[in-house]
């Protein structure tokens, strides 16, 4: 997939960029960045699902900022500081994209200083995302957090129809929401019993209708 940001250049300047890049692979279950590496290239992913956490104190259980599908760049934030991720990134699913040095997304960018500003677009979004996710992670209860992940993968699947569905499982819910795979499980069957939920085929939560305040 060709991403929006290299359409800011040129033909000849974009194909001379893209020519420093690789193309990568990741099988479900590796572990793409750790929490103390340092960026050095910036992934754009072009299929599959990754996800962002911290390994939890419990086994299995980690604590998940959030996930990372096809159309999100990672490790934009070496464009401005070596800092290291902080979070470990680990591909739920199999994983494909494309890998550009920094050295060479910094040149490339400094010869089009207006294309910084697509950067801070990038970059403003992000933040956004993370706000959302500390607003969910206000809600008073689980099943307050479940709804509103809930209605953002709705939502998303709704502003992007051209995108891969984002299929989570329940203990990825869970994980996302500080809930056990088995109080999801009982809060989706409730859900389900009382026709608010169902089940698409590929087996991704579709809302029905309008999700209950309270559960």
């Keep these: 997939m060709l991403f929006p940001l290299f359409a800011q250049w040129p033909a000849d300047e974009r194909k001379h960029l893209l020519a420093q890049g690789r193309e990568v692979e990741f099988a479900a279950g590796c572990e793409v960045f750790s929490m103390q590496q340092v960026a050095s290239e910036v992934l754009f992913v072009s299929h599959g699902l990754m996800t962002a956490y911290l390994p939890?104190?419990?086994?299995?259980?980690?604590?998940?900022?959030g996930y990372i599908v096809p159309g999100d760049i990672v490790g934009l934030h070496g464009l401005f500081e070596p800092r290291p991720f902080g979070v470990?990134?680990?591909?739920?699913?199999?994983?494909?994209?494309?890998?550009?040095?920094?050295?060479?997304?910094i040149e490339a960018l400094d010869?089009?200083?207006?294309?910084?500003?697509?950067?801070?677009?990038?970059?403003?979004?992000?933040?956004?995302?993370?706000?959302?996710?500390?607003?969910?992670?206000?809600?008073?209860?689980?099943?307050?957090?479940?709804?509103?992940?809930?209605?953002?993968?709705?939502?998303?699947?709704?502003?992007?129809?051209?995108?891969?569905?984002?299929?989570?499982?329940?203990?990825?819910?869970?994980?996302?929401?500080?809930?056990s795979?088995?109080?999801?499980?009982?809060?989706?069957?409730a859900l389900r019993t009382g026709g608010y939920i169902a089940l698409d085929d590929a087996g991704g939560v579709v809302i029905a209708k309008a999700l209950p305040e309270r559960f």
């Design 88 to 105: 470990a990134v680990q591909a739920l699913r199999d994983t494909q994209g494309f890998t550009l040095p920094l050295d060479a997304l």
């Design 111 to 179: 010869a089009r200083p207006q294309v910084w500003r697509a950067i801070a677009c990038l970059m403003t979004h992000s933040v956004h995302h993370l706000l959302d996710f500390i607003t969910m992670l206000a809600e008073p209860d689980g099943y307050s957090r479940l709804k509103r992940v809930l209605e953002s993968l709705e939502n998303h699947a709704r502003e992007h129809p051209a995108a891969p569905g984002l299929r989570l499982t329940q203990r990825e819910l869970g994980e996302r929401i500080g809930l």
């Design 181 to 189: 795979r088995e109080m999801v499980n009982r809060m989706l069957k």
């Design 56 to 65: 939890g104190k419990r086994p299995g259980r980690p604590f998940n900022y």
